[in-house]
């Protein structure tokens, strides 16, 4: 076998290797966190909706470290399965799709923080800003409404792939894109004389 079949064997051996790489190593499922769900309004209402309401002091330690880091990294934080925090619910799509068939409705609502008063050392909550202009006449009630949006956050929580762009996905995306040009170079060096 001349030195042109050896490399073109060799690369269509690398390709079907490549093709199987993201058989044998799945992408992992993550613990998604994410505050850009909006709770717009006060407790009495977000508690009518389903929507279970935690203060943020009564947060687990690693509760309170996921929520700090989701604000501070554009509103979404991921980890990997087992390092959640026991008091969030990571529902799978599956196990949402169930609930919202079973009218368990609560069971896909976002949780929402009770941020404390002064807001401490925590990043600016993930709401929106429905607070009026200085001056502008409004009626108490409607100044009121609009501070309590800014103390409760709404956050998501899922088990969820990463997304396309993550590194896992990158690295499947990758080996495909080297198991195909493989084979073609593989190919072409085994059929052409």
Do not use: C, W
């Not at 762009?165 to 040009?181: D, E, F, K, N, Y």
């Amino acid at each position: 076998m001349n030195r042109r079949n050896t490399i073109g064997t060799a690369l269509v051996v690398l390709a079907a290797v490549l093709f199987t790489v993201p058989a044998v190593f799945p992408v992992q499922a993550m613990l998604l966190h994410d505050t850009g769900s909006y709770a717009t309004g006060p407790p009495e209402e977000l508690r009518q909706e389903g929507h279970e309401i935690i203060a943020y002091g009564n947060l687990s330690e690693r509760g309170q470290e996921l929520y700090r880091k989701a604000l501070e990294n554009d509103g979404e934080y991921r980890v990997p399965v087992g390092e959640g925090a026991p008091e969030f619910s990571y529902l799978n799509q599956t196990e949402r799709r169930q609930a919202y068939e079973n009218d368990n409705a609560s069971a896909v609502q976002p949780v929402v923080i009770e941020r404390p008063e002064e807001g401490g050392d925590l990043p600016p909550a993930d709401e929106p800003d429905f607070r009026p202009p200085p001056g502008e006449n409004v009626s108490e009630e409607e100044r009121q409404r609009a501070e309590a949006t800014l103390r409760y956050d709404a956050m998501r929580t899922e088990t969820s792939e990463p997304p396309l762009g993550a590194t896992p996905q990158l690295l499947r995306l990758a080996s495909v894109l080297l198991a195909v040009l493989s084979l073609g170079v593989g190919g072409y060096l085994l059929s052409s004389r």
